[in-house]
């Protein structure tokens, strides 16, 4: 079954230091996504990507943040400068289409120190 | 801000027994859909609702849309120990622009005892 494939796995950080946490969606899905949750707590959107523009992002997805699909397989998510408050696990999520169901990666810890 | 209110939020009980999970909001959703998480990995999609009403049943898993749209159940037979985990709905909203994103609900996390 297709999947999305998320790298790293884990991601250790010093505050202040840029990441890039990188997707590569299921091959034939258009509309991309990055979720996340912070420990114990509720799986928040940040954005939504579709025809290589942002459709649609939250109150979360501030400046630090940005998203790129460089090529045609991989969907990047880019904290500029992080904070502690940014440590959670970061799933990304596509679907074919805007009836079909969403499939999310495995996700990347993220722990800034 | 919408939000998906979901009860009960732990829930422990034998196995062989029935359960109903809550999905609730004051939004109405063009859709909602379960999820099953497991610790470390990403949500894993269960079922979608689209029309008011609906009841989808997955094996021993019943789901419903409510009337309104705006709330869902699932509902559990004869729970078994693989059903343990963390169950979350999401709502699908639709904005002006036409945009789509997936509000998650705050999740209940089911234990069956064996």
């Known amino acids: 079954e297709p999947e999305v494939t998320q790298t790293p796995s884990h991601q250790v950080t010093q505050m202040g230091q840029e990441v890039i946490l990188r997707c590569v969606p299921i091959s034939n899905h258009l509309y991309f996504y990055w979720y996340r949750q912070i420990l114990g707590q509720k799986v928040e959107f940040l954005v939504s990507?579709?025809?290589?523009?942002?459709?649609?992002k939250s109150e979360i997805f501030d400046d630090q943040f940005s998203v790129e699909r460089p090529d045609g397989s991989n969907f990047t998510l880019k904290i500029r400068s992080t904070k502690l408050e940014d440590s959670a696990m970061y799933f990304c999520?596509?679907?074919?289409?805007?009836?079909?169901?969403?499939?999310f990666g495995s996700g990347t810890r993220l722990t800034v120190v | 801000t919408q939000l998906l209110e979901q009860s009960p939020q732990f829930l422990s009980i034998q196995e062989g027994e029935n359960l109903t999970v809550y999905c609730n909001s004051s939004?109405?959703?063009?859709?909602l859909q379960w999820y099953r998480q497991e610790p470390g990995e990403g949500p894993v999609l269960l079922v979608t609702?689209?029309?008011?009403?609906e009841v989808k049943k997955l094996k021993r898993l019943t789901f419903q849309f409510g009337d309104a749209r705006k709330d869902s159940s699932l509902h559990i037979t004869a729970a078994q120990p693989g059903d343990t985990g963390l169950y979350l709905c999401a709502g699908h909203l639709i904005s002006n622009f036409g945009n789509e994103k997936l509000t998650f609900g705050t999740g209940t996390r089911l234990t069956i005892i064996p």
């Open positions: 609702v689209v029309t008011g009403g």
């Open positions: 939004s109405v959703f063009s859709s």
């Open positions: 990507f579709y025809n290589n523009e942002i459709s649609e």
């Open positions: 999520a596509s679907r074919k289409d805007r009836l079909g169901g969403y499939t």
